[in-house]
């Protein structure tokens, strides 16, 4: 697919809540391809964060093979660009891991978005995938995640967990779980949920004299974090959060 070729639209599941007026001009074939060799481990981010560098529309779009025994850790935070949207797919083979951590976060009409295509091509591989949405005005946060377990890949262990917090009414968050299962000896779970600040720890908090802006900054700041609980690296933990964080306090 070349950039002057047909855009897709929204009637394609992968691309149901996306901008797809945003991809005019933009190469749709432009896939970086990530190979982690048998037994070894492999680490990288993405942040897209404002900066001379962002542009209008931000399309990443990945395809990783995972060897026998290899692990793969990719974590991201989308925190700028009108539409902004990181496509992975995986390829795991017999004992293979794959974890992501994810962040999007962001207002006005953005819609910022993950879709992952995983699959456990062979036996005794896992996955684990986490992402947490924080938004407001009229911003959106998708996140579209399917796990295919092919028939031979027994002892199958694959997990997706999102969660979307709401600032503001008019925001959204889209989740779609799907997974396809052909073994019989696997533990697959997903789950999905949307919400708004809790008013109890509001509530709590302000009776100790936390003001609102800095309860709401600390209440969001514990949601997102559970993205990034997976990645080992302090650094580049706070680092990630820092971007993520400076996002949120536009808002407050």
Request: glycine share 8%; proline share 2%.
């Amino acid at each position: 697919m070349s950039e002057t070729a047909d855009l897709p639209t929204r009637k394609d599941e992968a691309w149901r809540y996306s901008r797809v007026e945003r991809l005019q001009g933009v190469p749709l074939d432009d896939w970086r391809t990530i190979d982690v060799a048998a037994g070894e481990s492999f680490r990288d981010t993405l942040v897209v964060a404002d900066g001379e560098a962002t542009k209008p529309t931000e399309l990443h779009r990945w395809r990783v093979t995972v060897g026998e025994g290899a692990t793969c850790e990719l974590f991201a935070v989308l925190a700028s660009a009108e539409f902004a949207r990181l496509e992975i797919e995986v390829v795991l083979k017999k004992g293979a891991h794959f974890e992501l951590g994810g962040i999007t976060v962001g207002g006005r009409e953005t819609v910022r978005e993950f879709v992952t295509h995983v699959t456990h091509a062979e036996p005794e591989a896992t996955s684990n995938q986490v992402v947490r949405a924080v938004h407001w005005g009229h911003g959106t946060g998708n996140f579209l995640g399917r796990i295919d377990v092919v028939r031979d890949a027994q002892k199958t262990d694959a997990a997706q967990d999102f969660k979307g917090l709401l600032l503001e009414k008019g925001a959204s968050v889209n989740a779609v779980p799907q997974l396809e299962i052909f073994a019989d000896d696997v533990k697959c779970a997903h789950g999905a949920s949307v919400g708004q600040l809790d008013e109890n720890a509001r509530f709590y908090m302000a009776a100790r004299g936390v003001s609102p802006e800095l309860t709401k900054r600390l209440l969001a700041q514990a949601f997102l974090g559970d993205a990034l609980v997976n990645l080992d690296d302090e650094t580049l933990r706070d680092e990630l959060m820092d971007v993520a964080l400076a996002k949120v306090d536009r808002n407050l």
